[in-house]
């Protein structure tokens, strides 16, 4: 199983990025993704969710209205759109899916927001 996050930077406030999360190695189409971040000195937390049926999301309050996760089962890869970025976005994000009581992880990717 592997899961490699890419599309981070360097974004001014207002600005957009696109972050994607490359999977392999199971079955892509099945699992609930989920993107996490965390700030420095913080914890990690929650950011969206997508899930495997259905292609319901779930946003964070934080991020409701500016995020947008989204998938390719074809190419299987896992997206986040990301608009109106606040210096508060500022954190490695991370991809994530839980399967059989274990979860996989990504190696992040680092968000800055900044002037």
């Known amino acids: 199983v592997q899961l490699v996050e890419s599309g981070g930077g360097l974004v001014q406030p207002g600005g957009s990025l696109r972050l994607s999360c490359a999977a392999s190695?199971?079955?892509?189409?099945?699992?609930?993704m989920r993107w996490y971040r965390q700030a420095p000195r913080k914890e990690r937390e929650w950011a969206a969710t997508?899930?495997?049926?259905?292609?319901?999301?779930y946003y964070a309050d934080s991020v409701k209205g500016r995020f947008i996760i989204s998938r390719d089962n074809h190419l299987t890869t896992f997206y986040l759109q990301m608009n109106s970025l606040k210096p508060e976005d500022t954190a490695v994000y991370y991809c994530?899916?839980?399967?059989?009581?274990?979860?996989?992880w990504g190696q992040g990717t680092q968000v800055t927001v900044s002037s």
């Open positions: 190695g199971f079955t892509f189409s099945d699992v609930t």
């Open positions: 994530n899916f839980e399967r059989g009581g274990r979860n996989y």
């Open positions: 997508l899930t495997s049926t259905g292609g319901s999301t």
